[in-house]
C-alpha cells in the first residue's frame, strides 16, 4: 500500500461485495501502536529478574546478560544497580537522578551464576546521597559499585 501510493484499498467479501475501505493513516497507526507494545525493553527485561530477598536482591546470569566471551556485560550490572537505586526511593516518593556511577569488578561473572547485591546508604543528605553496593557469588564479592544521586 505504501510502495505503491494507494491513499485508501478496498475491503471485499469473498463474494465480491465490498465490505469497507482502509486508509493509509489507519494502516500506520495500527502498525506504530503494535509495535511500541510488542516487546518489552532491555530494562524492563532485567528489572523482571530481580527477585528481593530481605535486605538484598538476586538475580540468575542469562545468556541475554553476557558478552560476546562468556561474562556478565558491564551494562547489565549498570542497570541492576539502576533499579536497585530507584527502588530505593520509590516509597519516599521523591525523585532522583543518578550523577555517578563507579563499578569495581574484582572476578568474572558467568553465566547461570547467583548474584545477591547488599545496597548500603553511606551518606545522606537532604539534596544528594551516596549508596554502596556489595555484589556476591557465594560468600565471594565479585563486584562493587558506589553511586552518588541527586534527591529532588
Not at 549498570?78 to 520509590?90: C, G, N, P
Amino acid at each position: 500500500m505504501i510502495a505503491e501510493d494507494f491513499e485508501m484499498v478496498p475491503v471485499i467479501r469473498s463474494n465480491q461485495t465490498l465490505l469497507g475501505v482502509v486508509t493509509r493513516r489507519d494502516v500506520m497507526e495500527k502498525m506504530s501502536r503494535s509495535q511500541v507494545s510488542a516487546l518489552p525493553t532491555f530494562s524492563e527485561q532485567i528489572g523482571q529478574k530481580l527477585s528481593y530477598h530481605h535486605d538484598e536482591v538476586v538475580i540468575t546470569v542469562e545468556p541475554f546478560m553476557l558478552e560476546k566471551n562468556g561474562v556478565l556485560a558491564n551494562g547489565v550490572l549498570a542497570e541492576i544497580l539502576t533499579h536497585m537505586t530507584q527502588d530505593l526511593v520509590v516509597n519516599s516518593g521523591r525523585n532522583l537522578i543518578i550523577e555517578q556511577m563507579l563499578i569495581y569488578f574484582l572476578q568474572a561473572v558467568q553465566i547461570d551464576d547467583i548474584l545477591r547485591i547488599q545496597a548500603r546508604i553511606i551518606h545522606h543528605t537532604r539534596r544528594s546521597a551516596i549508596i554502596d553496593y556489595d555484589i556476591y557469588h557465594g560468600h565471594q564479592i565479585v563486584s562493587k559499585a558506589n553511586v552518588t544521586v541527586k534527591i529532588n
